[in-house]
Nanobody, 125 residues
Framework: QLQVVESGGGLVQPGGSLRLSCAAFGFTLETYAIGWFRQAPGKEREGVSCINNSDGSINYADSVKGRFTISRDNAKNTVYLQMNSLEPEDTAVYYC??????????????????WGQGTQVTVSS
């Protein structure tokens, strides 16, 4: 069964850091583009970052540029989202998603085939 599983969420104080992981099971993540999305209470799900599987192109939402870093470790079949300088506004459930498409990095959610169950990130003092 093909699936992605997020982990690494938790409670952190403003200004703190967390690293989220997106592990793939049943397929090789190297051949997939990966997107990170988040959904805060009462808000629509939004794109945070994405990385393609061809030339490594990366994109970030304006709200996280300079604070979040996406990376992939193909040997571990995992994509990471390093989140620094966290703010209360970053509080949300974070999801990763995968699509087998070359040179692709997008925040268009319906184009992704596999979604994880999400991991909660809470930024609060």
């Amino acid at each position: 069964q093909l699936q992605v599983v997020e982990s690494g969420g938790g409670l952190v104080q403003p200004g703190g850091s967390l690293r989220l992981s997106c592990a793939a099971f049943g397929f090789t993540l190297e051949t997939y583009a990966i997107g990170w999305f988040r959904q805060a209470p009462g808000k629509e799900r939004e794109g945070v970052s994405c990385i393609n599987n061809s030339d490594g192109s990366i994109n970030y939402a304006d709200s996280v540029k300079g604070r979040f870093t996406i990376s992939r470790d193909n040997a571990k079949n995992t994509v990471y989202l390093q989140m620094n300088s966290l703010e209360p506004e970053d509080t949300a459930v974070y999801y990763c998603a995968a699509v087998q498409q070359s040179f692709y990095c997008s925040f268009v959610m319906f184009t992704y085939d596999y979604w994880g169950q999400g991991t909660q990130v809470t930024v609060s003092s």
